[in-house]
Nanobody
Framework: QVQLVESGGGLVQAGGSLRLSCAAS????????MGWFRQAPGKDREFAAA???????CYADSVKGRFTISRDNAKNTVYLQMNSLKPEDTAVYYC??????????????WGQGTQVTVSS
């Protein structure tokens, strides 16, 4: 069983930055692909970014060039650095963990979510 706890959300003005963190429990963190999804009010949850256990990354087109995902296997933590934030980035951001080398749209584990609000 893997537990994921997100932190770092908050309110920021457009153009600002935030860094989300996701701390994972369990001794096999390095074997999981990790990712961030987000869900805006009235919309479906969508993929934002992912990083494999080898460190390969991928991003949704909507965040590419502005967001950076990284992981620290020694700390069992994955990060999402968000720069040049836009009001349309406002959403609840969820950390996800998936066994294996790639992220899934239905990952094995979800965090509880952290709210990010970008004011115009």
């Amino acid at each position: 069983q893997v537990q994921l706890v997100e932190s770092g959300g908050g309110l920021v003005q457009a153009g600002g930055s935030l860094r989300l963190s996701c701390a994972a429990s369990g001794p096999t963190f390095s074997r999981y692909s990790m990712g961030w999804f987000r869900q805006a009010p009235g919309k479906d949850r969508e993929f934002a970014a992912a990083i494999s256990w080898r460190g390969n990354t991928c991003y949704a087109d909507s965040v590419k060039g502005r967001f950076t995902i990284s992981r620290d296997n020694a700390k069992n933590t994955v990060y999402l650095q968000m720069n040049s934030l836009k009001p349309e980035d406002t959403a609840v951001y969820y950390c996800a963990a998936n066994r294996g080398s790639t992220m899934s749209t239905m990952p094995n584990y979800w965090g509880q979510g952290t709210q990010v609000t970008v004011s115009s």
